[in-house]
């Protein structure tokens, strides 16, 4: 027996996956933004006509979602290097100490 067919829409596109892959790509995408920052949603979808038969489509479709980049700034110093080349010196990064030990407080029991 033939499966109903319905006007097709997001909600019974691709058997109901494009409209739940919607829902969750807004959360994370949501999740992910800080105040005053945009994201994007892009849904593409793609129909193409069967060569063969009269009757028949098919019908891609891909869901994207992008964040804003997150930009960072460092000052750096112009400098000259033992052949006299112009060079940019930046501060050295922190030293990761992992030999610290944490020492339990006055009262704390083990």
């Given at each position: 027996?033939?499966?109903?067919?319905?006007?097709?829409?997001f909600?019974?596109?691709?058997?109901g996956?494009?409209?739940?892959?919607?829902?969750?790509?807004?959360?994370?995408?949501?999740?992910?933004?800080?105040?005053?920052?945009?994201g994007?949603?892009?849904?593409?979808?793609i129909?193409?006509?069967?060569?063969?038969?009269?009757?028949?489509?098919?019908v891609?479709?891909?869901?994207?979602?992008?964040?804003p980049?997150?930009?960072?700034?460092?000052?750096?110093?112009?400098?000259?290097?033992?052949?006299?080349?112009?060079?940019l010196?930046?501060?050295?990064?922190?030293?990761?100490?992992?030999?610290?030990?944490?020492?339990?407080?006055?009262g704390?029991?083990?």
């Amino acid at each position: 027996m033939d499966q109903e067919k319905v006007l097709m829409d997001f909600n019974n596109l691709g058997e109901g996956a494009l409209a739940s892959e919607f829902q969750e790509n807004y959360k994370s995408l949501l999740s992910k933004l800080c105040p005053g920052e945009k994201g994007t949603i892009s849904i593409s979808i793609i129909i193409e006509r069967s060569e063969d038969a009269t009757t028949i489509a098919a019908v891609d479709y891909s869901i994207t979602s992008k964040s804003p980049k997150r930009k960072r700034r460092t000052l750096a110093q112009i400098a000259g290097d033992e052949n006299g080349e112009m060079i940019l010196k930046v501060d050295a990064p922190p030293i990761k100490n992992s030999n610290i030990r944490q020492l339990k407080l006055a009262g704390e029991s083990e």
